[in-house]
């Protein structure tokens, strides 16, 4: 077994922190992981990842910085860059954000002033929090105006359009974080060229998608790109901000601003151990497997739709263009998000809970659960496997029609209660069996 799986010097000095990391490689090993912002990476980019590059400060960019000891850390953050470059068909990427949002914060910082006017998708309706919601500083330091989804799921392009003329925003962000379908990135670029603003892809869910060809790309439509490297591009926690032509277009010092907000504006340090990483993830990314993976991730994610639907299950939109989900719970009672996630998670299948476009619940108790295919699919899991899978959710979900999330002041109890009855349930216990079985068919980290 490798060395990640058996950490044989964090063993002997640390073994609390062995033990523990040892249990979530066995949990992650034998459990449906379908979260779908998360994934698997390879066993090569963990090297990368744990390796003595962490050691290293380099403040500034390469041929740039302000200490010394350049000498092999300056050529792996040029390859990171000119992959990312070459991956997308872009002249400018910065890979030094630690993560999404503060890649977000630096593009705001980049092309904003304070109290500019922003637009996003609203976040119950699938947007992400620093598009402009109220608790993120993107919607303190800035004007947000939230888009919707229309009855059918669908973006309402035609609200985007009018309010796009009323507000005449600075930035328009266009992606999500619980959306199911293809974004028009032409259409919401005919809108931002209008109005003069800048059009902005946070394609973080779906760039993996993307680089496979399984979702049309932004890149010729929009002046930036936001990235986290995490999700189904299949890299280390991570972020990228790409310029494109036209962003470069639009203004000319783009790329620059982008680098200054990035550091020194925002952040300190680079992490080259994780920028390492993400020259690895781009070196697979280009291989004709990702690919393959890509593509395979959407047909899983549609034949699993289509079971949930064919056992009755409500998913908003009525379908996925992607790699996510987003089951409507509300059929069977407002809040049910909670008691599906936790049900499905003692049967060893992770998702989340998530709010649902016009949650008649609360956001820590909402109507909906989010999942996705791509670690089942980075796993080799093909459409066969998805048919018993979506059987297996849909068996679940059955076994917690019947709770009802009581008024506030009775919900520590009731959980309480619901927690020890779903840990004595057969049924759900049966379930967890199967999904061990079926992970010990497709090992990923206990391979040898
Ligand atoms: N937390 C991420 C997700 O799960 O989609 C977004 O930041």
Redesign the pocket.
């Known amino acids: 077994m490798d060395w990640f799986c058996e950490l044989p010097n964090l063993t002997k000095t640390d073994p609390e922190i062995a033990d523990l990391i040892k249990k979530e490689i066995g949990r992650e090993e034998f459990g449906l992981q379908m979260?779908?912002?998360e994934n698997f990476v390879s066993p090569a980019l963990l090297e990368a990842l744990g390796s003595v590059l962490t050691n290293k400060y380099a403040e500034g960019y390469p041929k740039k910085r302000y200490y010394s000891g350049f000498e092999f850390v300056d050529p792996i953050e040029t390859v990171a860059i000119e992959r990312a470059k070459k991956a997308f068909g872009v002249p400018h990427a910065n890979v030094q954000p630690y993560s999404?949002?503060p890649a977000n914060l630096a593009i705001y910082v980049a092309t904003c002033n304070l109290g500019d006017t922003v637009m996003g998708l609203n976040l119950p309706d699938g947007g992400?929090?620093t598009h402009g919601w109220k608790t993120s500083v993107s919607g303190m330091f800035y004007k947000p105006v939230p888009y919707h989804v229309k009855e059918d799921g669908y973006i309402d392009m035609d609200e985007v359009s009018s309010l796009a003329q009323q507000h005449k925003p600075k930035l328009i962000w266009v992606g999500a974080?619980?959306y199911a379908r293809e974004f028009d990135f032409g259409a919401f670029a005919k809108i931002a060229d209008e109005v003069g603003a800048y059009l902005v892809a946070d394609i973080?869910?779906i760039t993996g998608l993307i680089l496979s060809g399984a979702h049309k790309s932004p890149v010729e439509h929009v002046h930036l790109i936001m990235t986290?490297t995490h999700k189904t591009l299949r890299g280390p926690r991570g972020a990228m901000i790409l310029v494109t032509k036209k962003g470069l277009e639009k203004d000319a010092e783009l790329a620059e601003k982008i680098d200054k907000a990035v550091f020194p504006a925002l952040q300190g340090g680079p992490h080259e151990h994780q920028i390492a990483a993400t020259a690895v993830a781009l070196g697979e990314a280009m291989r004709p497997e990702f690919k393959e993976n890509g593509m395979q991730i959407v047909k899983n994610a549609k034949a699993l739709a289509s079971v949930l639907m064919h056992r009755g299950l409500k998913l908003v939109s009525g379908g996925t263009d992607n790699h996510l989900i987003l089951v409507d719970l509300t059929p069977f009672g407002a809040g049910k998000g909670v008691f599906a996630s936790e049900a499905l998670e003692a049967a060893r299948i992770f998702v989340?809970k998530n709010t649902i476009p016009k949650d008649p619940s609360s956001p820590f108790y909402p109507s909906g659960i989010r999942l996705g295919t791509p670690t089942l699919t980075t796993r080799g899991m093909k459409e066969g496997e998805m048919e018993l899978i979506g059987g297996w959710i849909a068996d679940v979900i059955n076994e917690i029609k019947r709770y009802e999330l009581p008024a506030k002041e009775e919900r520590a109890e009731y959980l309480k209660k619901f927690r020890a009855d779903i840990k004595s349930n057969s049924r759900i216990a049966d379930i967890g069996t199967k999904v061990r079985n079926i992970c010990s068919n497709f090992p990923f980290y206990f391979k040898n």
């Open positions: 979260i779908p912002s999404g949002s992400h929090l974080t619980a973080s869910h986290t989340n």
